[in-house]
């Protein structure tokens, strides 16, 4: 019997799917994994924290936007390597972080760009350490998270 099938079944038998954690001493585990059911008695009591949905389409568009200037919370040696990096690969998200304890000798970054479509983790790094060459000469080491941006479809 489908997943989908149960589903139903346990709907029509006042029974709803319920997470691991609103999991009580009245649910019964499901046997294909950790969500399980939950009588629920009158068809009036409600639970805010469980529904059920028909499943529905996502949309596949994304806007696409450049980030801002540097946070506030950057100090000066972390807002010059952002403003690198977004000067050079126009991130939609990036994320500059002094990991070495505020001596400014590793950092941690996570961008995600439009520039980075099509290219593979070892390629986006290459990217990245090319635009900041310079700096990383002078750092004990860098540490990198990368993603390429989705393609924005018009509706």
Known sequence: M??????HEAVARRLIVTSPAADSAGALRHARG???YRYLGTPAVRVPTASISAPRGFSTSVAVRSVGPPPD???EDEAG?????KEQLHPTRLEVQDISGGCGSMYAVEIESPKFRGLTTLKMH???QDVLVEEIK???GIQLKVKATPIAIDD
């Open 126 to 128: 290459k990217q990245v």
């Open 138 to 140: 002078g750092w004990h």
């Open 81 to 85: 390597v952002y403003l690198k990096l």
């Open 2 to 7: 489908s997943l989908w099938r149960q589903i």
């Open 73 to 75: 919370h950057l100090n």
């Open 34 to 36: 950790n969500w399980g």
